[in-house]
């Protein structure tokens, strides 16, 4: 009888294990199988940055000052971005939070562009991989700028640059070297000039949200300028902007009609400003508390350095105080205003946002001025930063002046 219950049990675990290897052998539901073209374009969602360094970097700039101890330095990232000193990563916006966003999207391009290879590169899928190589790109473009060196010809060959992951990272804890600034520039230039010429802007739903053609320029606009090849970056200027009188540039008098920030964040960020050509939304908490940061841009900063200071094309832009606001000194931006997103309706949590705008045209025409000086082409430098002052109601003026 024992030996009939032993038969018995060794034929139910027989049974139990290969019911185990049909379970097996079934892809999990939480798991996409890349094996469509929409898969892999849905999936490109993902590999944009959901993290930008403003919320770091900026404090590390001349654009902020001391506010005095009217505001408590009670901001521990604020207080070590000022003095530059090293991050203890205690906030939603520090470096190794940046780090690992950027980490995350260059895996989430190299798994496009390997599914993509896997299917055979389908035409239907050619703007998706010139996609996937222009978010590899921008990702390792803004993360090199931010842990190495700026780009110098001299010495960039030699300056400590990042890992260029090139494929999906599958074993953990693997050693990966830093390349130098001038490898890892020489790849994102590859990565630009092989993608620009796949987009297909017909492929998106919500263009604004993606590289577009006009997009992708821009940013080959910025990173040419980086790249101290001036006649790249205004090769693609003029191909963004034309070479004509420069159209599209924000209408800063729109703004004068509105009555409050919330107002002039979403005319601001609108997908159908011309002046628009791609948005970034992150998660970020940035600008929660830039009103109430000790360090941070304040009125005599804009008053001797930013919008507010005197110049040759005008002394001051008024229009520019609807994109400001003032508490007691420090300023802030409505036109970087958070905006909370609600996942749970009955606990009233969510995500905070801020939506970034890397590429307007009146970043491309700036670009473009510097390009131009840069080739010593003075009086198209002067002629690009009228067209930009006007733009805001200020002056026009000559290489000149």
Not at 122 to 134: D, I, T
Not at 201 to 226: E, G, N
Not at 337 to 350: K, M, N, Q, S, Y
Request: aromatic share 12%; with cysteine.
């Amino acid at each position: 009888m024992k030996r009939l219950y032993r038969m018995a049990g060794l034929c139910l675990l027989a049974g139990a294990l290969g019911s185990c290897n049909r379970y097996l052998d079934t892809m999990p539901d939480t798991r996409t199988e890349l094996n469509r073209a929409d898969k892999i374009e849905r999936l490109l969602v993902s590999a944009y940055p959901t993290l930008l360094p403003m919320g770091f970097t900026e404090n590390r700039t001349d654009n902020v000052e001391d506010n005095g101890r009217l505001f408590e330095d009670n901001h521990i990232g604020n207080h070590e971005a000022f003095f530059w000193e090293p991050s203890s990563g205690t906030a939603w916006d520090d470096e190794t939070n940046f780090w690992s966003t950027c980490y995350s999207m260059v895996g989430t391009a190299n798994q496009a562009l390997k599914s993509i290879e896997e299917l055979g590169n389908p035409k239907e899928l050619e703007s998706a991989r010139g996609e996937a190589l222009l978010c590899r790109a921008y990702t390792n473009f803004i993360w090199v700028n931010v842990f190495g060196q700026a780009y110098n010809g001299r010495t960039s060959d030699k300056d400590l640059g990042i890992p260029y992951f090139t494929k999906p990272e599958t074993k953990l804890e693997r050693a990966v070297p830093r390349l130098s600034v001038a490898k890892v520039y020489e790849l994102i230039a590859k990565d630009i000039e092989e993608g620009i010429p796949l987009i297909n802007d017909d492929r998106y739903s919500k263009p604004i949200f993606h590289f577009t053609t006009r997009a992708a320029k821009a940013f080959a606009t910025q990173f040419y300028l980086y790249y101290e090849k001036w006649d790249k970056a205004k090769q693609y200027a003029d191909e963004v902007l034309g070479t004509g009188a420069v159209s599209n540039l924000r209408d800063m008098s729109k703004y004068d009609k509105l009555t409050n920030a919330d107002e002039i964040c979403h005319a601001y960020i609108r997908d159908d400003e011309p002046a628009n050509l791609m948005l970034i939304v992150t998660r970020s908490l940035w600008v929660r508390a830039l009103t109430s940061y000790r360090y941070a841009h304040n009125g005599h900063v804009a008053s001797t350095q930013t919008y507010r200071s005197p110049g040759p094309w005008g002394r001051y832009f008024p229009v520019y105080d609807r994109l400001f606001g003032s508490n007691n000194g420090a300023l802030y931006y409505p036109k970087y205003r958070e905006l909370f997103e609600i996942t749970d309706v009955v606990a009233r949590t969510g995500q905070p946002h801020v939506v970034a705008l890397p590429f307007t045209v009146d970043r491309v025409l700036l670009w473009r001025a510097e390009a131009r000086v840069m080739l010593s082409d003075f009086d198209g430098a002067a002629s690009d930063l009228s067209a930009w002052y006007v733009s805001k109601k200020g002056q026009a003026a000559t290489a000149q002046q």
